[in-house]
């Protein structure tokens, strides 16, 4: 009788056993995760609007709110009518030289004229030279008051110019009062409220881009030379009623450190071994969840 025991209790065992390791046909297994943005302020003031909420999806490049720049816009508008202050004092040099031109075309008709009385031996040399002279003068005085013109308003615009660059710092400093989301994702944690005073840093909330997942998973020692980068493997998550969806997926990371398995894994004995982690990259077909786990079989056919 008490052999009869143990052999059927050593069937059972090894029943149990094969069981088990027939359940198991995975060769790796962890958690989902997502690469984790925390976004935050660039600007100090009072958050005037700020539309998000907890679990909201969020498009790349998304307007979702603005800081006051009220104090900014103002100063904006006051260099600007500086500037336009400023360059009314530039000197219109076409203006400023007219009369000068006038004065020249009347000196050159008196010049041709002396020109045809000298032909017609009705003037004299020295008359012509006279009248030749007053063209020069009035030529050097024209540039002269071109070149002192000129001078003048090329300092006007030196001046101008570093009131323009605090006006492109006025204006990046109102672009950072905007608040735009960085990538597509869902918000996981919302850190401010609007009406809030915030300064450059301030964490205003955490999103995660949820498109794709990564499944971190861990692999034993005897594995390891079977996984490789870029290497397409078969992830699989429960779906309920031991069903299972399936995904392809791309091993992207292989830790080159090993560590003791993560207290997520089921046993105390497992937990013992030593494994190496990997990342597996994973299109996320909106039934997969942070958090959620998941197994990974490895197909050579995929790999090769």
Request: net charge neutral; hydrophobic share 30%.
């Amino acid at each position: 009788m008490k052999a009869t025991s143990i052999l059927i209790t050593a069937t059972i065992g090894l029943i149990f056993t094969s069981c088990t390791n027939k359940d198991k046909d995975y060769d790796a297994s962890g958690a989902f995760e997502s690469v984790e943005t925390i976004v935050s302020t660039e600007s100090s003031g009072t958050l005037m609007q700020f539309n998000v909420e907890e679990g909201q999806t969020l498009n790349k490049n998304q307007w979702i709110g603005y800081i006051d720049s009220t104090q900014l816009y103002y100063r904006k508008q006051q260099l600007e009518a500086q500037i336009a202050s400023t360059l009314s004092q530039q000197p219109n040099i076409p203006v400023q030289v007219a009369s000068l031109y006038s004065q020249l075309s009347e000196a050159e008709k008196n010049r041709d004229r002396y020109q045809n009385l000298v032909k017609s031996n009705a003037a004299t040399q020295q008359q012509l030279d006279d009248a030749q002279t007053q063209v020069d003068v009035i030529k050097k005085q024209i540039e002269a008051q071109k070149s002192t013109l000129g001078i003048t308003s090329s300092t006007i615009e030196k001046n101008v110019t570093p009131l323009q660059r605090q006006i492109d710092q006025l204006n990046d400093q109102l672009q950072k009062c905007r608040i735009i989301n960085p990538i597509h994702g869902t918000v996981l944690t919302k850190y401010s409220e609007n009406h809030e005073v915030v300064n450059p840093g301030k964490a205003l909330y955490k999103i995660a881009e949820t498109d794709t997942l990564i499944l971190r998973a861990y692999i034993t020692g005897s594995q390891l030379t079977n996984v490789k980068l870029g290497q397409t493997v078969k992830v699989r998550s429960d779906e309920g009623s031991d069903k299972y969806r399936q995904y392809s997926g791309v091993v992207y990371w292989i830790s080159d450190k090993s560590e003791f398995t993560p207290k997520t894994i089921p046993t105390k004995d497992e937990r013992a071994d030593l494994v190496y982690a990997i990342k597996v990259r994973v299109v996320n077909d909106g039934y997969l969840k942070i958090g959620m786990y998941g197994e990974v079989k490895f197909d050579n056919s995929l790999s090769k």
